[in-house]
C-alpha cells in the first residue's frame, strides 16, 4: 500500500469495505445486504477522503491565504458516494470489488439517502459551487445548518400533495461531528449602556437565552484533486448549564427537558418555502444562529494569525447567498465595534469590503422584510446597529441628493409600514462591495427595477451578473455515464470534465454516422430507464419511443405548470376529434411532471391535483393507447433528477417573462443532449446565444411587455383565448374531478387578471409544441440538434461561474495542490 490515501488496488479496496462491515458496522458478512454493503463502501471510500482533507485544510493554514466563505441557508447535495467514487477516480475499481463481493454497485449507491439540506435553485447551486471551489483548488468553506429534517418526502394520495418528515440522519456517514468547536449564541434580553474611564459610551448586550452551537463537518472532495474543502454545518444544542438540574432535581423532569427542545429546535428543520418569505420567529432564529456561529469562527480563525485587522478582508471574503444571512453583516460590525473595540467608520470599512451579496429574485413576496419589534426583541444590539448603518448611509444620500425626501424614502432600510419592517435586501447592498444577479436578464431587472434608486445612489459598478452554472461533473459524468463515456472517446479522454468548452469538438463529429447513432442509443436507453422507473412506481406504460417532454422543478405559479397541462388538456381533446387517419401522423408524447409545493401554497397544490387528475383521465382511455400519458413523478429530488434529466427529449422552462431569476435546470438538460421549450427569460436567454435560435423552441411575450399585459388585464382588456376557453370549459365540465377544486385556479385567469400571463402565452405556447413535433419526426435533424448544443453549452459550467466570483468579487487565488 503507497499511502493511506489511496487504494493500493481492488483487494485493498474490498479489504477495507469488509474490515468496516464487520468492525465499524458489527455487521456478520453472511447477513449482509445492500444496506450493510453500502455502509461499508462509504466507509472505505471516506477513509481516503478524510486523509486529504486533513491534508487540504494543513495546507491551506500554512498558506495562509484569502479564503472564501460561502455562507448558505441552504445545500442541495444529494448523494455522496457515487460523487465521491467518481471524484477520486475509482469508479470501476469500486464496480468491479463490490461486483465479486456480490453487490451491483448501482444497489449499493441507492442506498444513500439524499441529504436534502435545500429547496430548489439555490439550494442546488450553493451545491454545485462547492463542487466547483474544490475542484479548482479554492481554499473555500461553506457554511450551513444541520437540519434535523431536510425538505419533506412528497408522496401522493388521492392525487393529492402529501407531506412526511425527511429524517435523514439514522445513518450518516459523511458528516463529523465537532463537539470541541462550539459557539454559544446569544438571543434576546437587552443592552447596558455605561460611560468608560475615557469618557466613551459603550454598549453591551447582556443577553437573555443562549445556545449552543455544535459543528458537523462534511468533506468536499474536488474532480481529480487531492483538495477536499470543508462544508461547516452547525446544530443547536442546550448551552451547558442551560439544562434546567434545578428543575430536573426538584422532579420537573418535563420542564428542564423542554429547554432542552427549545435549543434544539433552532436547527430541526428546514422551512420548505421556494420564493416566498413566510416571515416566522423560527426562521430569524435560525438565521442569527447560523450567522453568528459563522463569524465567530471565521472571526476566531483570521485572530489566530497575529495580522492586524486592517488585513481582514485581504484574508476573508463572504458570499451571501440571497438575503438569509444578512445579519453577518450586523454581526461582524457589532463585533469589530463592541467586542474589538474598533471605531466605528474603520469597522464599517472593513465589513463593506468583506462581503458580496447575491440575488435570487425579483418576486416581491420572496424579497424578506422583518418587523422592527420582532428583532427589538429577538436581537436588540443588532437593531441599535442596524438604525446606525442607516442613519450613516442616509446622510450619505442626503449628501448626493439633499433634500430629496422621495429618495430617502425609497432607499431607507427601514419601511416605513405599520409595523416598521426591515429590508434586508437593502442592508445586504449597503453592507456589501458587490452585488451580483444570476443571468443576464435578471441582472438588469434588479437594477432597472427593485434596485434602481441604488444605482442611482452608486452608480451602476457595484451591481454586476454572473451568470449560474452547473457541475459538469454531477450533471453529466454522474448522472450520465453512457454519455459520459461516448464524449470522451471523442475527445481523448475526460478533460473536458474540467475544461468543458472542449465540448465544442464534438462539432467535428456531426456527420459521423455511428457516432449520431450511439448518441440517440444512449438517449433511448436512458428513456428506457426512467420508462421502467415509471412502470415501477406509478404503473403506467409509457412508450420509450414518445417523445418525452418534461417539467420537473418546484411547482410555481410563475413557473407555469398550469400552462403546461392545460395544453396537455388541449392536445387531449384535440386528439379525441380527430379520424385513425390523421392520428397516424402524431408524435406520441408522454408529459412527465414532477417537484413540491410549498405546503402552506394553496394554489400550487391544486395543479398538482388537476395534473394528477387529467392523467386519471387520459392515461385510462383506451382510445388514445400511446398518443398521449401523463405522469406525475412523486418525490422529486436531486438523485432522482439524476435519473430523470438524461431521459428527456425536450423539456420545459416557460416561466411568465421576467420571473425566473435564471434557471440551473434548464443547463442541466441541454447538458444531456436534450432540446427546451421555453420562454425569453432567466438563462434561457443565453443558452440560445451560446446554442444558436435553431436549437430552442422560444416562444411567449418579452420580459419588457409583462408590466403593460397585465396592466391590459387589470383594465379587463383582454379577451380569453378561445383555445384556453375551451381547456377551461373542460375542466369546469368535472372530467377531471369535482369542479369546485380547480375553481381559484380558473378564477385566477380571469377576476384574478391571470398575473402570470397564462393565458397571453397559450396560442403560441401551443403553436410552438406543434413545431416540437414536427422536429422530433426528422430523426437526423433533432440529432444535430442535440449534439450541436451539447457542444456550446461550455458556458454553462459552474467552474466558469466560480472563476468569475474569484476574479471580479472575491480577489481570491486557487491553492496549489498538496501531494
Ligand atoms: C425565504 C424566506 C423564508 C423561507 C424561505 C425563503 C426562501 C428560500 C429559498 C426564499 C427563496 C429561496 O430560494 C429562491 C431560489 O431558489 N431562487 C432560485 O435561485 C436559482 C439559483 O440562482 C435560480 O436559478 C432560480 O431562477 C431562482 O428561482
Not at 428542564?256 to 420567529?281: C, H, M
Not at 420571473?659 to 432567466?682: H, P, Q, R, Y
Amino acid at each position: 500500500k503507497l499511502s493511506a490515501a489511496e487504494f493500493a488496488g481492488k483487494e485493498d479496496f474490498q479489504r477495507e469495505v469488509v474490515r468496516h462491515i464487520e468492525t465499524t458496522l458489527a455487521r456478520s458478512l453472511y447477513n449482509c445486504d445492500d444496506g450493510a454493503a453500502y455502509g461499508g463502501a462509504a466507509l472505505a471510500v471516506r477513509d481516503q477522503l478524510v486523509i486529504r482533507w486533513n491534508k487540504t485544510q494543513q495546507n491551506q493554514t500554512i498558506r495562509d491565504q484569502k479564503r472564501v466563505y460561502y455562507l448558505s441557508l441552504e445545500f442541495l447535495m444529494g448523494r455522496a458516494l457515487d460523487n465521491s467514487i467518481l471524484n477520486l477516480d475509482v469508479k470501476d475499481m469500486a464496480r468491479d470489488g463490490m461486483g465479486e463481493l456480490g453487490f451491483r454497485i448501482e444497489d449499493v449507491i441507492s442506498q444513500e439517502h439524499d441529504a436534502a439540506l435545500g429547496n430548489g435553485g439555490l439550494g442546488r447551486l450553493a451545491a454545485c459551487f462547492l463542487d466547483c471551489l474544490a475542484t479548482l483548488n479554492y481554499p473555500a468553506w461553506g457554511y450551513g445548518l444541520r437540519y434535523k429534517y431536510g425538505i419533506f418526502k412528497q408522496e401522493i394520495v388521492d392525487g393529492y400533495q402529501v407531506e412526511t418528515p425527511d429524517y435523514w440522519l439514522d445513518f450518516n456517514p459523511w458528516e463529523f461531528p465537532r463537539h470541541d468547536v462550539t459557539v454559544d449564541i446569544m438571543f434576546y434580553g437587552h443592552v447596558n449602556q455605561y460611560t468608560d474611564e475615557n469618557g466613551k459610551v459603550v454598549k453591551v448586550w447582556e443577553g437573555g437565552e443562549i445556545v449552543k452551537a455544535v459543528a458537523h463537518d462534511v468533506p468536499i472532495p474536488g474532480y481529480k484533486t487531492n483538495t477536499v474543502n470543508n462544508l461547516r454545518l452547525w446544530a443547536s444544542q442546550p448551552a451547558s448549564g442551560e439544562f434546567d438540574f434545578q428543575k430536573f432535581n426538584s422532579g420537573d423532569y418535563e420542564g428542564s427537558i423542554r429547554d432542552q427542545q427549545r435549543a434544539e429546535t433552532i436547527s430541526a428543520v428546514l422551512y420548505p418555502n421556494d420564493n416566498i418569505d413566510a416571515g416566522k420567529e423560527l426562521r430569524l432564529k435560525q438565521q442569527y444562529f447560523w450567522v453568528a456561529a459563522s463569524l465567530h469562527d471565521i472571526v476566531r480563525r483570521f485572530k489566530k494569525t497575529h495580522r492586524p485587522w486592517s488585513e481582514f478582508s485581504d484574508q476573508v471574503a463572504i458570499q451571501l447567498n440571497d438575503t438569509h444571512p444578512t445579519l453577518a453583516i450586523v454581526e461582524l460590525q457589532r463585533i469589530l465595534v463592541d467586542v474589538e473595540t474598533l471605531h466605528w467608520d474603520e469597522a464599517w470599512d472593513i465589513v463593506t469590503s468583506t462581503f458580496g451579496y447575491t440575488n435570487h429574485t425579483v418576486l416581491p413576496e420572496a424579497l424578506e422584510k422583518w418587523p422592527v419589534p420582532l428583532v427589538q426583541h429577538l436581537l436588540p444590539r443588532h437593531l441599535q446597529i442596524i438604525y446606525e448603518i442607516n442613519l450613516y448611509f442616509l446622510q450619505q444620500v442626503e449628501k448626493k441628493f439633499p433634500k430629496n425626501r422621495e429618495m430617502l424614502r425609497n432607499l431607507s432600510i427601514i419601511e416605513e409600514s405599520q409595523p416598521q419592517v426591515i429590508r434586508m435586501a437593502f442592508l445586504a447592498i449597503i453592507g456589501s462591495h458587490k452585488v451580483n444577479g444570476v443571468a443576464e436578464l435578471h441582472s438588469d431587472l434588479i437594477k432597472s427595477t427593485i434596485f434602481k434608486d441604488f444605482v442611482a445612489f452608486y452608480g451602476p459598478d457595484k451591481f454586476t451578473n454572473v451568470t449560474n452554472g452547473i457541475t459538469p461533473r454531477r450533471w453529466l459524468h454522474q448522472a450520465n455515464p453512457k454519455l459520459s463515456d461516448l464524449i470522451s472517446s471523442k475527445l481523448g479522454g475526460y478533460e473536458f470534465l474540467k475544461d468543458l468548452s472542449q465540448l465544442e469538438n464534438l462539432k467535428k463529429f456531426l456527420n459521423d454516422k455511428e457516432f449520431v447513432k450511439d448518441w440517440m442509443d444512449i438517449k433511448l436507453a436512458n428513456k428506457v430507464r426512467l420508462a421502467k422507473y415509471i412502470k415501477e412506481t406509478n404503473g403506467i406504460a409509457v412508450n420509450p419511443h414518445a417523445l418525452f417532454d418534461i417539467q420537473v422543478k418546484r411547482i410555481h405559479e410563475y413557473k407555469r405548470q398550469q400552462m403546461n397541462i392545460f395544453g396537455v388538456i388541449y392536445r387531449y381533446l384535440q386528439i379525441k376529434e380527430m379520424s385513425l387517419e390523421e392520428r397516424k401522423n402524431l408524435v406520441p408524447r408522454a408529459f412527465i411532471f414532477g417537484g413540491k409545493a410549498a405546503p402552506g401554497y394553496w394554489m400550487a397544490k391544486t395543479i398538482i391535483k388537476l395534473i394528477n387528475g387529467v392523467g386519471d383521465v387520459v392515461n385510462n382511455d383506451k382510445d388514445i393507447g400511446d398518443l398521449l400519458k401523463v405522469v406525475f413523478l412523486e418525490d422529486y429530488n436531486v438523485s432522482k433528477a439524476e435519473m430523470i434529466i438524461p431521459a428527456s427529449d425536450i423539456s420545459e422552462h416557460i416561466s411568465t417573462a421576467g420571473t425566473e431569476a435564471s434557471g440551473t435546470s434548464n443547463m442541466k438538460f441541454v447538458l444531456n443532449g436534450g432540446l427546451i421549450i421555453g420562454t425569453m427569460d432567466g438563462a434561457n436567454i443565453e443558452i440560445t446565444r451560446e446554442i444558436g435560435e435553431e436549437n430552442i423552441f422560444l416562444f411567449g411575450n418579452v420580459a419588457e411587455n409583462v408590466e403593460d399585459l397585465r396592466h391590459a388585464h387589470r383594465f379587463g382588456k383582454v379577451e380569453m383565448d378561445p383555445k384556453l376557453k375551451k381547456v377551461c370549459d373542460t375542466i369546469n365540465s368535472g372530467l377531471f374531478g369535482d369542479a369546485n377544486i380547480y375553481a381559484g385556479l380558473l378564477s385566477s385567469l380571469t377576476t384574478g387578471c391571470d398575473y402570470y400571463l397564462v393565458s397571453d402565452d397559450f396560442s403560441s405556447y401551443l403553436t410552438t409544441q406543434d413545431l416540437v413535433d414536427e422536429a422530433f419526426k426528422d430523426k437526423d435533424g433533432w440529432a444535430e440538434k442535440s449534439i450541436s448544443s451539447v457542444a456550446l453549452m461550455g458556458f454553462f459550467s459552474a467552474d466558469r461561474c466560480i472563476n468569475e466570483y474569484a476574479d471580479m468579487i472575491w480577489n481570491v487565488e486557487p491553492l496549489p495542490e498538496h501531494k
